[in-house]
């Protein structure tokens, strides 16, 4: 069953101007510590950073708080799976909403696409629940 949906786009010109403008102070509020170091080792990072922008915007969307009552940037990573396909690892505010949604009996999956052209980076993502088998 699904949980909650979420999408968005994000113009990687403004993300680029926040981080000229903020530099780390910005990019250390809303990015994990996985995601910095994976942007910093691309050639074009600020698009690596604009796609992670936009996954937790519709994240937080699916989870269906927006960045309010307790759910903030850094308690959703993006993270790729060995295969390269990406998802998303929650914690905090993040993970405790997840699991207020989940019904019980139920284990909460998140699907996620990013891509980008530019100059806009767009993410959707849906987070689903799957009934845990029963001894």
Do not use: Q
Not at 73 to 86: E, F, I, T, Y
């Amino acid at each position: 069953m699904i949980i909650g949906i979420g999408s968005d786009i994000t113009d990687v010109r403004r993300i680029a101007k926040v981080i000229e403008r903020h530099g780390d102070r910005f990019i250390d509020r809303v990015f994990t510590a996985a995601e910095r170091e994976r942007a910093e080792r691309r050639r074009n990072r600020v698009e690596t950073y604009a796609k992670r922008f936009a996954a937790k915007e519709a994240c937080a969307k699916a989870l269906g708080t927006g960045l309010r009552a307790g759910v903030w940037w850094r308690d959703m990573g993006v993270v790729n799976l060995a295969s390269g396909r990406p998802t998303m690892v929650l914690t905090g505010g993040a993970k405790r909403r997840l699991d207020a949604v989940t019904p019980a009996g139920h284990e909460a999956r998140i699907e996620l696409t990013i891509s980008d052209e530019g100059p806009m980076a767009h993410a959707f993502v849906v987070i689903w629940a799957l009934a845990v088998p029963t001894s």
